[in-house]
């Protein structure tokens, strides 16, 4: 049975103006944008079969792979709609406004060779996720050619009960779990709970991280920021455990630090920190202190935009977490996150946005 978070956030839908681009209008007057809803958890190349009739009629001849560019930006075909606005729009503005080309294929962009491409693409990443949730891709591997087909056709078509049959077949077999003493309170309710947690995301949580800086104006992030290469971005995939050693759910913040340490500090440790070091994204006080007198005057660059107290501990933060448009609390387990803001991939999409006062 589907929850009603995970239903929620995989019917997620972003409202997408697509307008052709003027280098590939030959008619006069143009053709009028068109307005589509597009499944968070779908890939941009899925739309192109539905806006190219809209626009055929004033196509040059020689038309090339449909592409999508934002802001004078080619957007990425393998990276998730979802995942796309998150990081692209630091302040979310809908519809969303895109232009589509069919003409001159960026070479920045992996090359895309149709829509099985996509699925192969969507598959391989699957495979990655199943490796570090399970140790092993033989559950993905193992799919028959239908399954793969239903697999494929439930994201396009972002059916989330076809796609929860299928993903049914992706996890081992339950059974007894060597590990599952580590649960806190009584051994034998930790076990299943353990086990229920790791039949249905594993030991481990594959996260994706796509971090970038955005300038900021007196504590507030700066409007019109767009990002302007994809070298900006800095990429990060790693997996961690669901379980801390003494056996208590892993949270996000805790789970950010294991992947990125270097977004992570102390205040103590701030003055003297390596300045070719990314800023950090989150410091915390030595004690519990009013978040409100916070002296930054000594490295000016590094502002907190928001603060928080959390067991008695004071927490800076000089950013934000995008998890499927969402900017979740920092002590939300991973279980959680891992059920409910999960992509397609049953990767942990994570876009991070470190404020700067330095224009990149």
């Not at 995942?83 to 979310?92: A, N, Q, R, S, T």
């Not at 700066?222 to 900006?232: E, M, V």
């Not at 800023?279 to 519990?288: G, I, T, Y």
Request: hydrophobic share 35%; with cysteine; aromatic share 10%.
């Amino acid at each position: 049975m589907v929850c009603e978070d995970r239903k929620l956030v995989w019917n997620g839908e972003i409202p997408v103006r697509l307008q052709l681009h003027n280098s590939e209008v030959t008619t006069v007057p143009p053709p009028p944008p068109s307005l589509f809803l597009a499944s968070r958890n779908g890939y941009l190349p899925l739309l192109v079969p539905q806006v190219k009739p809209h626009f055929q009629s004033a196509l040059p001849i020689g038309q090339d792979t449909g592409w999508f560019e934002y802001e004078g930006l080619p957007l990425k075909w393998h990276v998730p709609i979802g995942v796309l606005f998150d990081l692209l729009c630091f302040e979310p503005k809908r519809p969303w406004n895109l232009m589509v080309h069919f003409r001159s294929f960026p070479s920045e962009l992996l090359p895309y060779e149709g829509e099985d491409a996509m699925k192969w693409s969507f598959i391989n990443s699957l495979k990655e996720a199943s490796y570090v949730r399970y140790g092993s891709t033989k559950h993905v591997m193992n799919l028959s050619q239908t399954d793969q087909t239903d697999l494929w056709r439930s994201v396009v078509q972002a059916d989330l009960e076809s796609y929860s049959r299928v993903c049914l077949r992706l996890a081992p077999p339950s059974g007894p779990n060597p590990t599952a003493s580590r649960g806190p309170g009584d051994p034998e309710a930790s076990t299943n709970k353990q086990q229920t947690v790791e039949e249905t995301i594993g030991l481990k949580v594959p996260f994706r991280l796509y971090v970038r800086t955005v300038e900021v104006n007196d504590g507030a992030f700066a409007k019109g920021f767009p990002l302007k290469n994809w070298d900006d971005i800095t990429y990060i995939s790693r997996p961690v455990d669901v379980w801390r050693e003494d056996g208590v759910m892993v949270t996000l913040w805790e789970a950010l630090q294991k992947i990125a340490p270097q977004l992570f500090a102390c205040v103590s440790e701030l003055p003297g920190r390596d300045q070719t070091l990314p800023m950090p994204l989150l410091w915390e006080s030595e004690s519990a202190r009013n978040t409100s007198k916070f002296d930054h005057s000594s490295y000016p660059y590094i502002k907190p935009i928001a603060s928080y107290l959390l067991k008695q501990k004071a927490y800076f933060v000089n950013g934000i977490v995008r998890i499927q448009g969402i900017e979740p609390s920092p002590d939300l387990p991973i279980d959680w996150i891992a059920r409910n803001l999960c992509g397609a991939d049953h990767f942990v999409h994570t876009c991070i946005f470190i404020a700067t006062n330095e224009r990149k």
